[in-house]
Structure formats: C-alpha cells, structure tokens
C-alpha cells in the first residue's frame, strides 16, 4: 500500500528517511492535499532503474526478433560483452 504524507511532515527529515528506507515503495508527498513529489531510499531507486534497463533492454530484443534482426547465442553475448567492456 502506497504511504501518502503531507509535505509539513518533510521537516521531521530523520523519520522521513526511516520512512523510505522501511517501504519498498516510493513514498508520496501532497501539498494542499493534491499529489506534489515522491521520494525513496537510494536502494530502491537504483532497483527501479535495473529494472527499467532490463524492460528496455528487452522490448529492443523483440524489435530486433521482429525484425528478423537475430543472431545466434555466441553472436549476442559476445557483441554483449564487447558493449559492457567485459
């Protein structure tokens, strides 16, 4: 379930970071009542952006497949690795 506070309670920032780093989740902030930012721990940031990577990563493959642009498994790692530098 999400966690929605009011922006007031930003200046408690000791509970706030507590707060963010219990929850898995982004932790919602309002202003007036309306929907304003959203914070999160550094842990579950760089989760989020893995896993945008890994989503990106693969509807690129199924462009490729869709395009008939495949090559075969030691083709794909190696161009991989050469990509990464590993």
Known sequence: MPRIIPIRDLKDTAAISQLCHESKEPVFIT????????????????????????????SEAEDEIQAGRTMDANASLKRIREKHGL
């Open 31 to 58: 202003k007036n009542g309306y929907g304003d930012m959203v914070i999160m721990s550094m842990k579950v940031y760089e989760e989020k952006m893995l896993m945008i990577d890994a989503y990106t990563r693969l």
